[in-house]
């Protein structure tokens, strides 16, 4: 099996260069380094691949190779992501994981140029919905419940069905109040609930989850009584 | 004029606390519970995370203690015969192993018979606050899911809270209970060894961290989970109001993701390394799904032996399900979360638990 000279190496330098764009880039994303890790070893794993079926030369030629028995060299391309981790790993060690973190090094400096930690809010809070624009607002009605709705879904619910809201013909959400039907609507145009299901639907697969109860047979007793 | 309170469930884990803010809000109590001897007939003393009985709280909050048991009617007698301010509804079988029949006869049954009793003794009840969980809802259609969510329960135990609910609702309408529902979510603080405190033992015990990180961040799932503290004052708080009576209320802090919850309860395990895993959200799906039909078989594998799992699978469903609701309707009526972000009320609990050596 065909295996590179320098890969290793090449690795553990890597991932401790690209240490810096991950720790710089971790207020984007704090997977960056992690996603390096994957990009980097695919790119090296492919090229294995590749040139030991034959169809390139081990980095176009431009990098030496040797030649090892199967399995070494298997284990050897499968350690790939550990070397670049460990370099990864290395630099955070000696300067910092993150903008706010200095790393060893942090010690040995006179000015403090990391940044404040945050509190627990790292990242942005997660999005709920986008925003409604004005012609999909207008689709939206608050309607009163009929007896027929009543009928068929107030087992569902632990309020009274008397107010209901309405978008392209579908039930999104039921109340007691007016109010709360306005201020569903309200959220509703700011992105601030995210409809996953109509309640028609909804209620029709709990209606066949509670009939089919598929927990049931997790009964078995373990006490004489 | 003092107030006087029934606590239900006084022995156990929220009951005990809720003995606790009722004795420093200076309310006179009546507790009950069952005897001491009976509580192993509903609980599985084998198994790893049966509940603990805390008997000497009704000594520490100098509470008046009627035992009783909800499944027997004749037992429940004593407890109404005075007047109360509120009643405070704990007691139930909290438990995602117990068979359906000891669930429905304990949550159901058991609540009928209190009930019953109160209706008969004639006596007054000024507010009744009821303990439901958050878990009648499943998945909520709407994100993050509020009070007025559908019924869909994922498993045994919350169906026998739905079947509790309706049972309380109907009492409401037909007989004038004053009923107040409160539904938690998963609740967790001092003396609390069961639900959350497996989601912290379980890196602490793994000993390295994993964080997964599901792409696109929208697709996150959140952990929803409330302080005992907080809900022992909110159930106060709704039952020193008139208005709060016919209503349901969610209790919890505000949602954080699970990436956040594990990124935590990773640093504060001590675990290390701690992997970062970001995994785009179709393959998570397949690979949780795949972790519950692993927890289903070693589930059925206890049942076999006589033993149960170290994690029951309604636990392990948290990593499927998106379970995200909304505490607004209790902060619109004025109540104030002490641990809003429940990563400040996860300390106080860590705290507690490093101090019993149980992290």
């Not at chain 2, 909800?70 to 007691?91: G, M």
């Not at chain 2, 026998?160 to 107040?180: A, I």
């Amino acid at each position: 099996m065909i295996v590179g000279t320098y890969d290793l190496l090449i690795l553990f330098l890597g991932g401790f260069l690209l240490g810096w764009p991950a720790k710089r880039l971790h207020k984007k994303n704090r997977d960056a380094f992690i996603f390096m890790v994957e990009g980097i070893t695919l790119a090296f794993w492919l090229n294995s691949i590749l040139s030991n079926v034959g169809v390139i030369k081990y980095w176009g030629g431009i990098l030496p190779s040797f030649s090892v028995p199967f399995w070494l060299g298997f284990f050897y391309i499968l350690s790939y992501p550990f070397w670049f981790w460990f370099g990864g790993t290395l630099f955070f060690g000696f300067f910092g994981r993150t903008p706010r973190h200095g790393g060893i090094f942090w010690a040995l400096t006179i000015d403090d140029k990391t940044e404040p930690f945050a509190g627990w809010q790292e990242e942005e809070p997660l999005k709920i919905a986008d925003p409604l624009p004005p012609e999909e607002v207008a689709k939206i009605s608050i309607q009163e419940v009929t007896d027929e709705e009543r009928q068929k879904y107030q087992e569902w619910f632990a309020q009274p069905l008397n107010f209901k809201v309405v978008k392209d013909g579908k039930i999104l959400y039921f109340c007691k109040r007016r109010e709360e039907a306005e201020k569903f609507v309200e959220k509703l145009k700011l992105g601030l609930v995210r409809v996953v299901q109509d309640m028609e639907s909804k209620i029709a697969e709990a209606k066949e989850r509670w009939e089919k109860w598929e927990y049931r047979k997790d009964t078995k007793p373990y006490t004489q009584a | 004029m003092t107030k006087v309170a029934l606590v239900t469930g006084a022995c156990g884990f929220t009951g005990s606390n809720m003995l606790e803010v009722l004795k420093e809000k200076g309310w006179e109590i009546v507790a009950t519970d069952l005897p001491q001897s009976d509580r192993k007939v509903f609980y599985h003393e084998k198994g790893t995370f049966h509940p603990v009985y805390y008997s000497d709280i009704i000594k520490q909050t100098g509470a008046e203690f009627i035992p009783a048991d909800l499944t027997k009617p004749e037992t429940l007698k004593p407890l109404f015969t005075r007047d109360y301010d509120a009643v405070f509804s704990i007691a139930s079988l909290y438990d995602y192993f117990a068979p359906w029949e000891l669930l429905y006869k304990v949550n159901v049954e058991g609540h009928r018979n209190l009930v019953e009793a109160w209706l008969a003794s004639g006596k007054k009840v000024g507010h009744w606050v009821h303990w439901s969980t958050d878990g009648v809802y499943g998945e909520t259609p709407y994100l993050p899911g509020d009070e007025n969510a559908p019924y869909d329960p994922p498993n045994n135990y919350s169906r026998s809270k739905v079947e509790q609910e309706r049972l309380l609702w109907k009492y409401y309408r037909e007989k004038g209970l004053p009923l107040t529902v409160l539904r938690p979510a998963p609740i967790y603080g001092p003396r609390h060894i069961y639900g959350v405190y497996k989601t912290l033992l379980g890196p602490r015990k793994f000993g390295v961290g994993a964080v997964v990180r599901i792409y696109p961040r929208e697709k996150q799932l959140m952990f929803p989970c409330v302080h005992v503290r907080d809900l022992c004052e909110a159930a106060v708080y709704v039952a020193e109001r008139e208005d709060t009576i016919g209503e349901t209320y969610n209790v919890l802090s505000n949602c954080i993701t699970q990436s956040e919850f594990s990124e935590f309860v990773s640093h504060i395990g001590y675990c290390s390394p701690i992997y970062r895993i970001p995994v785009p959200f179709s393959l998570y799906k397949r690979v949780a799904d795949f972790v519950i039909k692993v927890g289903r078989y070693l589930d059925a594998r206890a049942r076999k032996k006589g033993k149960r799992p170290k994690f029951d699978v309604p636990e392990i469903q948290y990593i499927t399900h998106q379970y995200w609701f909304s505490n607004e309707k209790l902060k619109e009526i004025g109540f104030k979360f002490k641990f809003e972000d429940p990563r400040e009320g996860l300390l106080d609990y860590i705290i507690w638990c490093k101090r019993q050596g149980r992290l």
